[in-house]
C-alpha cells in the first residue's frame, strides 16, 4: 500500500510541475515576429521554417532550450511548404511556384533555381530526382530537380480538385485535397505521366499528411488513418477526434504527433490503427501550423509565435495500463545506489538508449544498456524513459539514495 501511494503521490507532483500537459513538456521557443509560420522541416541540428510573407527562416537546434535563428531567404511572396534534401531547400512559394535554396552553409542561403506553377504551390516531397508539388486548384505537378538550377515539369496529374499536402511511398503518391474535402492516391511509377489510383472522401478540409508503412495519416479536423495497402481502393480505419482542428501530422513508429491548431500538440498511440488514442499532449495559446521529427524532440510552428520545441516523455508509469504487460518491463531494481544497470539486448533485438529524467521531465542523464554511474545525481525520484518515442516499453520510476 505504501508504495501505491508513493507512486500517485509522484504522477500527482509531476502532473503539477505541467498542469496544461500530459507526457510533454516545452524544450524551447523561437519567436518571428510579425509573421506566419506555417511548415518546418528539420535535418541535422537545423530547422527550416516555411513562414509565409517572412520567406525561409533557418534555426539551429542544437540547443534545443534555446533555439536560434542563423540565417534566411525571402526571395519568394509566400513560403507555405518545405522539405531538404541533400543540402537544397524546397519551398514552395505559392503564385511564385517552387524555389530551391542551397543550404549547405545555413548561415548563408542562396537561391540556385526555381520553377513557376500553374496555380499555388501548397506542399512539395521529394524522391530520388523528383519534386512532387501540390499546385492547389492545378493538381500534382512533377518536376525533374536532377540539375537544382534547370528544374523542369516532366509530367502532372489533374483531377478538379484542390491539392493541400503530397507524401510519397514507393510509386504511390498521397494527396490531401483540400477544399475538396478528398484524399488521393496517384500512381507515380512513370513521374512523366502519373495517373489517379484511387480516393476517399473526408470529413473535412484535408490539410497536412504523413505516409508509414501501408497508412496514411491525414488531417482533415480530426486525425483520419487510411489504410493504403490497396492503392485504388484507399479505406479509413481509424479515427483521433481532434479537440480543435488537425493541421498537420508526423508518425514515427507507432506513435503519431499532431499539430492540432489552438489545441496545440497532440500525441496518440497508434499501435491499433483502428483505435487511435491519445497519450499526452501540450496546450499552446497560438494556432498550431507544422510538424516535424527531430530525434527525441518534436518542432512545431506555431502563429503568432514562430516554433516551439516540444519533448514527449513517454506514455507513463506501467500501472497507468488496464492490465500491466510484465514482459515490457525489464528486471530491475527501483532504489538505486551508485550504479544502475540496465538489460543487455539479447538475439537480434536492438540495444536501446534511454534517459533519467528529473520530477519535471528535464533529461539528467542518458543510459547504455549495462552498467550506468549515477553517483552524482542527486538523491531524490527519476524517470527512466526509453530512448524511442514508442510507447512499446513502458517508464520506469527510479529512487536514488
Known sequence: MKQTLFIIAVAAAFSAAAADSLNVRLVGTYTLPAAFPIDVAVV????YVAAAHAGLRIVSIADPQNPAEVGSFNGMANALGVVVKDSIAYVAGHAGGVFLVNVADPHNPTLVGQRSTPAAASRVAVKDTFLYVADRDAGLRVLSVANPANPYEVGFCDTLAFYEDVAVADTIACVSAGLANLFLTIN??????????GYLALPSNGQGLAVSGSYAYVTAGDMLIIDVSDPAHPREVGRYVSPSFAADVGVEGDVAYVADGYAGLRVVDVSDPQQPREIGYYDTPGYNNGIALAGEYICVTEDPVGMRVFQ????????????PDASRIAPGATVVRGVLMLPQATGDKRQVTS??????????????????????????????SPGSRSRRTATRLVLTR
Open 44 to 47: 541535422d541540428s537545423f530547422a
Open 188 to 197: 507515380v511509377a512513370s513521374p512523366a505521366s502519373p495517373t489517379l489510383a
Open 312 to 323: 514527449f516523455l513517454g506514455a507513463g508509469i506501467e500501472e497507468e495500463r488496464s492490465t
Open 355 to 384: 534517459r533519467m529524467l528529473d520530477i519535471t521531465g528535464r533529461k539528467v542523464l542518458d543510459l547504455q544498456p549495462g552498467p550506468n554511474d549515477v553517483s552524482r545525481l542527486a538523491p531524490g525520484v527519476y524517470f527512466l
